[in-house]
């Protein structure tokens, strides 16, 4: 009887070890098992992140592509617009030497009549500058609209340079292919976590039969035949 209250008190301190490394086991899957799901929750907000970066850019490129289809035409206006420029600057400067140099072609041909009064010099010189205020005016239209025009080319240039390339695709492949691995690791290690929850239950089982078992021989003076019980790998087989 002394035998078996030995073998039967081995087996208690066999178990509780088995139990103290089972929870040692267990919290360190647990340990595993939170940062797997924070860098699970990490790659999940990198991922959505990538995503409406690549939808906001694909619009972009949608709307970028519908003006640049006019590209062609922007630039025959810029340059039928530089043209017409030139001709009005070339316009301005003759009427400005006109007013500042005035000629007459035919002074040497007799005239009828009275010489013009100062009035109508005046009149034509008014005249004159009324014209060359327009013609600058024009001039002016003229420069801010190319400016325009120019400052549109250049920006839609600058959006299709800016464009997200086959590199942000090819990272955003990656970033899946590294969620479903840790997706399938999480997985695993959480069949393993409940693995071991089972395991711990049965070992709790045997100890408090084998503690009931000792105390019920305590009591009775060692007089009944031990009863013989499964192990724990038995039972869970």
Not at 109 to 126: T, V, W, Y
Not at 207 to 228: D, M, Y
């Amino acid at each position: 009887v002394l035998s078996e209250r030995d073998m039967l008190g081995t087996q208690l301190l066999r178990r509780s070890e088995e139990l103290s490394l089972l929870y040692e086991k267990i919290k360190i899957q647990q340990s595993t098992l939170q940062k797997g799901e924070a860098q699970y929750r990490a790659r999940l907000t990198d991922i959505k992140l990538l995503r409406q970066k690549i939808s906001a850019a694909r619009r972009e490129l949608v709307t970028a592509r519908g003006k640049v289809a006019c590209v062609d035409d922007l630039k025959r206006e810029v340059y039928q617009l530089q043209r017409e420029l030139l001709q009005e600057r070339t316009k301005v400067k003759a009427l400005s030497e006109s007013l500042e140099n005035p000629m007459n072609v035919h002074r040497w041909r007799r005239l009828e009549g009275s010489d013009p009064s100062k009035l109508e010099m005046l009149a034509k010189i008014q005249s004159l500058q009324k014209r060359l205020i327009a013609k600058t005016d024009q001039v002016i239209d003229r420069d801010l609209m190319i400016q325009e025009k120019e400052k549109l080319y250049v920006e839609l240039k600058t959006k299709l340079a800016a464009y997200p390339g086959p590199q942000m695709v090819d990272q955003m492949q990656v970033f899946q292919r590294t969620l479903r691995e840790k997706t399938a690791q999480l997985k695993a290690m959480t069949c393993e976590l409940k693995t071991c929850h089972k395991q711990v239950i049965l070992y709790k089982d045997e100890i408090a039969w084998l503690n009931k078992e000792l105390a019920v021989r305590a009591h009775l003076g060692f007089a009944l035949p031990v009863p013989r019980r499964k192990s724990c790998r038995r039972r869970q087989k």
